[in-house]
């Protein structure tokens, strides 16, 4: 268990919809990274946040945002899904071990 | 960024050492190499980290050459509950730099 946890653990969703993903990091860390990855592959790094302050961005489009609150927390929203959206969505958080990244379990997002 | 190289799958039997090595030929002097092992349907979860030489700790090794363009992670006498996809990283501080290529599909047979 690395104390980060992440809501909903699956969630089924039509294409141009919107979704909201959760995060609560481990605690300490105010740093929180988001991850896409679809089957068979490696993660791929959507962005950072770092003390509420978008801190690095992937390969992605505007439809993915997110949010990173006072109590270090975070949300991936995507909008306008599209059926490549489909993914299990990780976030991870960091703490003073910079390097170190704890993730959580992930969100498998199914996009129809 | 520093691109990674590593086999896409590799067979072990248990109470095997098993060696992944990771190719990362235009590694930057300030990235640090991490190995990762992610099982399916779970979050990947950090195995060991290194910037030179040999680094131990009570899962794994890694070593390092001086030129620092590959790196190998020994999982000593591996069990069944090794059988996982493990990543190589580079990369500097702050994670929005670690990209995670395809990584190495380890399967471990009785």
């Known amino acids: 268990e690395t104390g980060v946890t992440q809501s909903p653990t699956h969630l089924i969703k039509t294409r141009g919809q919107q979704v909201t993903l959760r995060c609560s990091s481990q605690?300490?860390?105010?740093?929180v990274s988001w991850y896409q990855q679809a089957l068979g592959q490696g993660p791929q790094f959507i962005f950072q946040?770092?003390?509420?302050?978008?801190?690095g961005r992937g390969n992605f489009p505007p439809r993915f945002s997110g949010l990173q609150f006072p109590n270090y927390s975070s949300e991936l929203n995507v909008n306008a899904l599209e059926l490549d959206d489909s993914a299990l969505y990780l976030c991870?958080?960091?703490?003073?071990?910079?390097?170190?990244?704890?993730f959580g379990p992930g969100t498998r997002l199914t996009v129809l | 960024l520093a691109k990674t190289t590593q086999p896409i799958s590799m067979d072990s039997y248990e109470g095997q050492e098993v060696n992944i090595t990771c190719s990362h030929n235009?590694?930057?002097?300030?990235?640090?190499i991490t190995w990762y092992q992610q099982f399916p349907s779970q979050g990947p979860r950090f195995i060991i980290q290194?910037?030179?030489t040999k680094v131990t700790n009570e899962v794994a090794s890694l070593f390092i050459p001086a030129d620092r363009k590959s790196s190998t992670l020994s999982l000593p006498r591996v069990s069944l509950s090794d059988t996982a996809v493990y990543y190589c990283?580079?990369?500097?501080?702050?994670?929005?730099?670690?990209?995670f290529g395809p990584g190495t599909r380890l399967s471990v047979l009785p």
């Open positions: 990283l580079v990369g500097p501080g702050g994670g929005q730099n670690f990209v």
């Open positions: 991870a958080s960091q703490g003073t071990d910079y390097n170190e990244q704890f």
């Open positions: 605690s300490g860390h105010n740093t």
């Open positions: 290194g910037y030179k």
């Open positions: 946040y770092y003390r509420e302050e978008e801190n």
């Open positions: 235009n590694i930057a002097t300030n990235d640090y």
